[in-house]
């Protein structure tokens, strides 16, 4: 488990494809104390297990299932990506539950200054919109960030100097895609809800067979 809370920004430093899956090399520092191979690391929101660490450089696996639901796979030589290891049981939760799954992309539609704030409006590529809660919890590659509005095709944040200067956000564009990963706590709630729903739907449907054999025809 991620809090979103960003620790450093890495560099790709090599990238190797395979037919559905690749492997990057990443350097960093900050991210790789007490690291162990085997440890989870998020990558732009991504978790990706470490698979082997040099002295400020880690490679990780990337399978075809992230690849398609996040944008690391448009990942270059030099990128910058938003680091952080998973939390520990002592360590401070400052930011919200991130999972490390995305659910989708979201492509940068504006961008905005007011004031010391920056105004970044993300319209999603799928369906999630209805996940994402006016005053709630979003991540974007990785970053735990609050939604200040959201409609029916997009949702909006604003973001305090110090996030975008210790971020990647620092050098995003208006159509540049990020990852986006929902609040945990609503898809549950959702799918606790549906289940429950079809099991009554299942257990009391009553059509004319019922009402015969409970005495009402």
Same mark, same amino acid.
């Given at each position: 488990?991620?809090?979103?809370? #960003?620790?450093?920004?890495? #560099?790709?430093?090599?990238?190797?494809?395979?037919?559905?899956?690749?492997? /990057? =090399?990443?350097? %960093?520092?900050?991210?790789?104390?007490?690291? *162990?191979?085997?440890?989870?690391?998020?990558?732009?929101?991504?978790?990706?297990?470490?698979?082997?660490?040099?002295?400020?450089?880690?490679?990780?696996?990337?399978?075809?299932?992230? $690849?398609?639901?996040?944008? $690391?796979?448009?990942?270059?030589?030099?990128?910058?990506?938003?680091?952080?290891?998973?939390?520990?049981?002592?360590?401070?939760?400052?930011?919200?539950?991130?999972?490390?799954?995305?659910?989708?992309?979201?492509?940068?539609?504006?961008?905005? =200054?007011?004031? #010391? %704030?920056?105004?970044? %409006? +993300? @319209?999603?590529?799928?369906?999630?919109?209805?996940?994402?809660?006016?005053?709630?919890?979003?991540?974007?590659?990785?970053?735990?960030?609050?939604? %200040?509005? +959201?409609?029916?095709?997009?949702?909006?944040?604003?973001?305090?100097?110090?996030?975008?200067?210790?971020?990647?956000?620092?050098?995003?564009?208006?159509?540049?895609?990020?990852?986006?990963?929902?609040? /945990?706590?609503? =898809?549950?709630?959702?799918?606790?809800?549906?289940? *429950?729903? @079809?099991? /009554? @739907?299942?257990?009391?449907?009553? *059509?004319? *067979?019922?009402? @015969?054999?409970?005495?009402?025809?």
């Amino acid at each position: 488990m991620f809090t979103g809370i #960003v620790e450093e920004i890495g #560099v790709i430093r090599e990238i190797k494809k395979g037919l559905k899956y690749c492997q /990057i =090399k990443v350097q %960093a520092n900050k991210a790789l104390e007490n690291t *162990n191979i085997g440890d989870s690391i998020s990558v732009n929101g991504v978790c990706l297990t470490v698979t082997s660490i040099m002295s400020t450089e880690f490679t990780a696996d990337i399978v075809l299932e992230s $690849l398609k639901r996040s944008n $690391l796979g448009s990942l270059q030589i030099g990128s910058k990506v938003n680091l952080e290891r998973a939390l520990s049981a002592n360590g401070r939760f400052g930011g919200h539950i991130v999972s490390g799954h995305i659910d989708c992309i979201g492509e940068i539609t504006s961008i905005a =200054k007011d004031e #010391v %704030a920056t105004l970044i %409006a +993300v @319209k999603p590529l799928s369906s999630v919109i209805k996940y994402i809660v006016e005053k709630g919890s979003v991540a974007i590659d990785g970053i735990s960030l609050t939604v %200040a509005y +959201v409609d029916n095709e997009k949702f909006l944040l604003s973001i305090i100097p110090h996030t975008i200067s210790e971020t990647t956000l620092m050098e995003k564009k208006v159509g540049n895609f990020v990852n986006i990963e929902c609040d /945990i706590v609503g =898809k549950y709630i959702e799918s606790f809800i549906s289940f *429950n729903d @079809k099991e /009554i @739907k299942k257990e009391f449907k009553i *059509n004319e *067979n019922f009402l @015969k054999d409970n005495g009402f025809m």
